[in-house]
């Protein structure tokens, strides 16, 4: 099958979370089993910048944008799993520091510059070689090109995944006429919600299959609770959305080959694991020590459940327990957990900023990873701990209950700690259930074991994308 990938993320030249990560190992995965895949990505200021052997086309496109007629030129380049990438460019919309905005804000002109987007991904579509059949969306950025190939007749299939439903790219009405649709799209039946212009909605509605990044989270987000207000919207529509777990690419996320780590270590040798464990003390200016070490490496967002976190700072320094916290976004979150650090400055440490290095020797030196989120659509951040043996302690919801199974201490069987209410005494009761088995070194290691041992492979994931690709080929539309 040929297929084209767009999307606004992509490891490790353009990222923010786990989107990036999943548009660099699934089109490898889909090109392993044979199919022709390639990307398009807006020409970021960071994958300008980063992205090997990017060079411009001839192809110039050329798109309405309300009463505006911009040209974007198509540049090119392969990632570093030679997958063919096309880049949109436009400077004056993507030439920026940020993808999205500055830390916890959002530029002015989102609607403009990712519309734009979204208009010129079937135009180039119709330029690819071999001709995809297939148009494989990802999350809000992308919304408006179902519509756009619904209202056009393109002679494409699109499949929309939802990697978070919280972003649903919602402007107010008044940027409608950016679209350049016909008005009655502006309609309960079309891209309208709540009298906003609803991107991820448009998305819903109008492309022929969905897909969510794990089956719970395909289940949840029809429910009022986690259905962001599009819960109906989706229940409506459930014949055709689906989940799929997402992988994690143990190319990239081992530590037995992970060349960002200053050592290397597996499950039959964890040697090096206690001294990872040593560097992350010294780098937060720590003498090391044998008590658990707790880590967080988040988007500093509300779905993230810091609060539950602040909560719960306490529970976490008892017994001499230490947390290490890496991540950015809410400057209200940033400044909440820097304030920790301060009153608590030899048990907690905060390092605010996107560091991937620092991000895999955590994973590497910490005991247990905190992922106390109210909703988690996957999660990658557990499926890399596990494989470096760093207990997940999470919220059971989303991905994080399809991928991790709570320690049972008879059995003697489990991967992580799971709670259920989104409560601070839950989070700290799961906190106590984790420290009273690193008390216990035998429970502690066969536990690491079990963790380091599991397989989420993208082969499995890509494999269940192709039946869906698969069944959009040979039936008509869904809906
Ligand atoms: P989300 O996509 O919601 O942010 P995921 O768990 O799916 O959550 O993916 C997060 C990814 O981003 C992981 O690869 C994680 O290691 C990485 N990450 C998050 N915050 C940081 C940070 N501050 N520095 C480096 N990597 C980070
Ligand atoms: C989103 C979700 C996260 C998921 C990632 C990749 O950012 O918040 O749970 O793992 O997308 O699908």
Known sequence: ????????????????????????????????????????????????????????????????????????????????????????EKEEFFDRTYLYGPPGKDYADNASRFFFFSKIVPLLARHVRPTPEILHLHDWHTGLVPVLVRAGRLPFRTLFTIHNLAYQGSFWGLDFPLTNLPPDYFSPAGIEFHEHINCLKAAIVFSDRLTTVSPRYAQEIQTPEFGCGLAEVLRERKYKLSGILNGADYSRWDPRNDPLLPMRYSASEPDAKRLSKDLVAKQVGWVPSGAPLFCLISRLTAQKGIPLLLEIIDEIRKEDGRLVVLGEGDPHWQESLLGLAREFSNSVAVHIGF????????????DFLLMPSLFEPCGLTQLYALRYGTLPIARETGGLADTITSWDPVAGQGTGFLFQAPVASAFAEAVQRAKAVYRDPPSFRAMRQQAMRQEFSWERSAAAYEEIYQRLLGGAAAD
């Open 1 to 88: 099958m040929n297929l084209l990938f767009a999307a606004t993320e992509l490891s490790p030249y353009a990222k923010t979370g786990g989107l990036a990560d999943v548009l660099a190992a699934l089109p490898a995965a889909l090109r392993r089993r044979g199919h022709s895949v390639a990307c398009v990505l807006p020409l970021f200021r960071s994958i300008r910048e980063t992205l090997p052997d990017l060079r411009p086309t001839d192809l110039v496109l050329t798109a309405p944008l309300g009463a505006g007629l911009p040209s974007a030129r198509i540049w090119e380049g392969h990632t570093d799993r030679d997958i063919r990438v096309f880049l949109v």
């Open 355 to 366: 560091d991937e290095a620092f991000a895999r020797l955590l994973l590497a030196g910490a």
